[in-house]
């Protein structure tokens, strides 16, 4: 735990190994490779490493292809066994990065059944945006850009980014869900996103967000070794002064709080594992 705890201090975020030319230049030989071994394994389309290493990949940051290909799968059984979702359901994947989640729902096939509703992804970073337009079929998903103030993204300048989910309508979707999302936004950018979601969701819809919880990474006895999240900042608890959205963690309290001030009629901090879900009903 010490070592990696101080790897965490020296890198703070694979946001910025992945800018790092270096890196970059050893990705291509590994796209070359590695990454066409994956697709052959897998049937699923890889995006560039240097795109995945962007959404996180725990310790992982030359041969997170097949985490890639798999992740989604678990995300999409959980919400369909609780009835949070179905393959007809409209659904937004707010910070959806390259598409690691929405790719188990374009590529399921089983007899003649497809996924027929609708999935807007949202992100912050141009040019995952940009892959996933194309390499989604625009039919069943929209990618939107969107903007938000974090030292480890330079402000996109463009005038389609909005700090909104402004492409959905009132009460149209299903489900508003993130991985790992809610662990880089502070107070103001978070509570941005929770209006936007209840905004956003149909009656007796439903959200489910990742955060890293104080109490819970406490319990599990992650805090003070992997995590410190020694500073504040508002409300919010940061691991790195210098890059505050690299990991950004908030008391249980503060996240449901804010989910029952926009109107959720219930909300719980539910799957306490490294990050613990925010899951609200409307």
């Known amino acids: ?65 097949l985490y890639y290909a798999t992740a989604g799968h678990k995300v999409w059984q959980y919400f369909f066994s609780e009835g949070l979702a179905n393959l007809e359901s409209n ?33 912050i970073d141009t040019a995952l945006v940009d892959w996933c337009n194309g390499h989604f079929p625009p039919d069943h998903f929209t990618f939107s850009l969107v903007n938000g103030k974090s030292s480890l993204y330079p402000a996109s300048g463009k005038p ?30 978070l509570e941005n996103y ?3 979601s209840f905004r956003v969701l149909k009656p007796g819809g439903a959200m489910c967000m990742t955060f890293f919880c104080l109490e819970d990474l406490e319990t599990l006895g992650l805090l003070g070794q992997r995590w410190s999240f020694a500073h504040k900042i508002g409300r919010a608890y940061v691991e ?21 001030a926009v109107g959720f009629s219930s909300s719980k901090v539910i799957l306490p594992t490294y990050q613990s879900s925010l899951l609200c009903k409307k």
């Open 1 to 65: 735990m010490a070592v990696e705890s101080l790897v965490r201090k020296l890198i703070p975020s694979t946001v910025l190994v992945a800018r790092n030319p270096l890196f970059c230049a050893a990705s291509c030989v590994v796209d070359a490779t590695y990454g066409r071994y994956a697709e052959w394994r897998t049937g699923v389309k890889m995006p560039p490493l240097r795109y995945i290493v962007r959404t996180g990949v725990g310790n992982n940051i030359l041969f997170p292809h």
């Open 91 to 123: 659904i937004v994947d707010i910070g959806c990065g390259c598409g690691k989640s929405g790719a188990a729902l374009r590529d399921f096939r089983y007899a003649d059944v497809e996924f027929s509703g609708h999935y807007y992804g949202f992100d």
């Open 160 to 189: 389609q980014a909005e700090k909104s989910l402004a492409v959905c309508q009132d009460k149209s979707i299903d489900l508003v869900f993130s991985q790992s999302l809610f662990s880089h936004l502070l107070e103001e950018d």
């Open 240 to 260: 790195n002064e210098a890059f505050p959205e690299a990991a950004v963690a908030y008391e249980r309290d503060v996240i449901v709080g804010l989910a029952q």
């Open 194 to 196: 929770v209006r936007e």
